[in-house]
């Protein structure tokens, strides 16, 4: 299956406020006809994939459990792996970029693993990086302030234009 896969990242738990972003961004990359690869839980994830479907989009889980029951009922598709919080290289790998929702440590390590893997990140009321303070290493993290600003920083990212 070709096409765009873009990760939405970010805490299984979250406010009504982050719920909504969240959503507004899984419509949009709905609307963009990409696939949206998560977590597969609840939060941020589930919120995303739920505003993915409500525009009939794709949406791709990779479940740190043994269960497929245990993914939020938004997937469209889910990957069972049993490997707990190490499925995040998995959902890193399996994006071409990554939106960063607010989030928690679990979101920071998958930040940490698409800037290793050189995967571009955006975002959104998540985690801020120094750049000048990153050992001279290139960071691949922009911020946006919205989601519609969010999905314009994946589609430069895509083409090459940032």
Not at 115 to 128: C, D
Not at 134 to 143: C, D, H, V, Y
């Amino acid at each position: 299956m070709g096409g765009v896969y873009v990760g939405v990242i970010g805490g299984r738990r979250c406010n009504e406020e982050i719920a909504g972003l969240a959503f507004e961004v899984g419509r949009r990359i709905a609307e963009q006809g990409w696939t949206l690869v998560c977590g597969g839980m609840g939060g941020v994830m589930e919120q995303a994939c739920r505003g993915a479907r409500s525009k009939n989009g794709v949406t791709l889980g990779i479940l740190p459990g043994g269960s497929r029951e245990a993914g939020n009922p938004y997937l469209s598709y889910s990957v069972v792996t049993g490997f707990g919080e190490a499925r995040n290289v998995l959902v890193v790998k399996s994006s071409q970029a990554i939106i960063a929702v607010a989030g928690s440590y679990g979101t920071l390590s998958e930040i940490a693993l698409a800037n290793a893997a050189g995967i571009p990140v955006v975002g959104l009321r998540s985690w801020r990086l120094d750049p000048d303070k990153n050992r001279g290493q290139s960071l691949f993290i922009k911020e946006a302030d919205s989601p519609a600003e969010a999905i314009q920083l994946v589609k430069s990212f895509l083409t090459g234009s940032t």
